[in-house]
Nanobody, 124 residues
Framework: QVQLEESGGGLVQAGGSLRLSCAASGSGFSVNVMGWYRQAPGKQRELVAVIDSVDVTNYADSVKGRFTISRDSAKNTVYLQMNNLKPQDTANYSC??????????????????WGQGTLVTVSS
């Protein structure tokens, strides 16, 4: 079984910074794409940033130039450095990963997993 665990959320003033971390743990798996999504109260979940296995990244327009996604493949961990935070960045941030899981010798299964989420609150 593979799990994701996020950390790093909290309360910060506008203009401040936070760094989120998300680590995948378990056995018999390899991580492909990892990303961060967020959901603000009363709104739909939206993509924030993703990074694939060769470090190609993609960002939501609203965070370009302020957020940076990176990963440490050896640790199966993805990071989201958030700078110049704005009140509209307030949301529950969830980590997502596409993972290949060894089902039996010679057969892997692709699954998508989510973390529990971490709350980011930006005060004005």
């Amino acid at each position: 079984q593979v799990q994701l665990e996020e950390s790093g959320g909290g309360l910060v003033q506008a203009g401040g910074s936070l760094r989120l971390s998300c680590a995948a743990s378990g056995s018999g798996f390899s991580v492909n794409v990892m990303g961060w999504y967020r959901q603000a109260p009363g709104k739909q979940r939206e993509l924030v940033a993703v990074i694939d296995s060769v470090d190609v990244t993609n960002y939501a327009d609203s965070v370009k130039g302020r957020f940076t996604i990176s990963r440490d493949s050896a640790k199966n961990t993805v990071y989201l450095q958030m700078n110049n935070l704005k009140p509209q960045d307030t949301a529950n941030y969830s980590c997502n990963a596409g993972v290949m899981v060894a089902v039996r010798p010679g057969f892997d299964k692709y699954i998508e997993i989510w973390g529990q989420g971490t709350l980011v609150t930006v005060s004005s």
